[in-house]
């Protein structure tokens, strides 16, 4: 079995959460965004800008970057077990990037030295996608069944993370307000 490289993003990959961050100038650091953060991972990398996260470690001081990791991305306590000192002292521009961000292509990353690799997370309830298979009714073994074709995803953790972006961006205008 070969070692996990945490700069091969395999177009299998799930479940993963890459965090960086950066101690730049605040001038600097403005202008990472989610939109452009794809040029600080090297050559030809391909983001869904929608689901990259880039914001100042200042805007989640109150609960703490571990905090934020399990209820933003369900990360499981286990797998933050001995980092949570360290992570909730980061400083600088935070920068998370969940497998679901590299649209399913494989990709190998070259970070700009700017950027300062953290570590690779599992989220808790990850499970691998089940393989393709025809459905019994598709066959004509059995009637069609009534309502969805398939189980409605678990959009619990979505509401969360919007929730989360809303207070940090809420905490950010309060900051820049005050």
Not at 77 to 104: E, H, Q, R, T
């Amino acid at each position: 079995m070969t070692a996990f490289d945490p700069n091969h993003v395999a177009a299998t990959e799930f479940g993963k959460v890459r965090l960086f961050s950066t101690e730049l100038d605040p001038e600097d650091a403005a202008n990472i965004t989610a939109q452009n953060v794809q040029r600080l991972l090297g050559d030809n990398i391909t983001l869904d800008s929608a689901k990259v996260e880039v914001f100042p470690s200042r805007a989640i001081e109150s609960i703490g970057l571990r905090q934020y990791m399990m209820s933003g991305y369900g990360i499981a306590a286990s797998n933050l077990a001995g980092k949570g000192a360290a992570l909730d002292a980061l400083k600088g521009l935070i920068v998370l990037i969940p497998s679901s961000a590299f649209k399913g292509m494989e990709q190998t990353l070259d970070p700009n030295p700017a950027l300062r690799f953290i570590g690779v997370f599992t989220e808790e309830a990850a499970a691998a996608p089940a393989p393709m298979s025809p459905h019994k009714s598709a066959q004509g073994d059995l009637p069609p069944a009534k309502g969805h074709a398939r189980p409605i995803p678990n959009t619990g953790r979505s509401w969360i993370g919007a929730l989360g972006s809303l207070i940090i961006a809420a905490m950010i205008v309060l900051f820049f307000v005050l």
